[in-house]
């Protein structure tokens, strides 16, 4: 097998290739299951998304300096590996998570959460992208602001 794309892609595929001899090769997914436990037959090139919210989060925080920070992701394979790495950058840099949203991958109206992460008036969000919808984080004159592209709601402050 070669490529796919996505995480769910990935998770689906890795039940077939873990019970057969089938090469899966460069896996467009940072899935930490891909490669954690090491599996003989799987060749992935993207970096987990552990280690990107490892990378990033201090990142982040070196350049929008923060006390407090929201965090939102869907409930998709593995969730629960990138979301302890940003949770214990964050809390490595002195930084409460006043809000942590896990958020259904199937949801149409994302407003509800949207609204959730505006009323907390909270430093950094860290946000990743799903479905049709891809968030950034910027600043811009001091405030913070979280921009929706390809048809997501925006959320700004």
Known sequence: MFSGCGTATAAAILTVVENGDVPYVFPYAGLDKLIDPVKKNVYSLVPLYSDQMTAIVPFILSKSPAKTAVMESV???GHEG???AAREKLEAGGVTVQLDLLVDITAAD?????????????GPVAADGCGT???ALRRRN???ELEAEDGDQALRR
Do not use: M
């Open 75 to 77: 409930n998709i394979a």
């Open 82 to 84: 990138w979301r302890k």
């Open 110 to 122: 994302r407003s509800p959460f949207v609204l959730q992460i505006k009323e907390k008036k909270s």
């Open 133 to 135: 919808g891809r968030r």
């Open 142 to 144: 001091g405030a913070a």
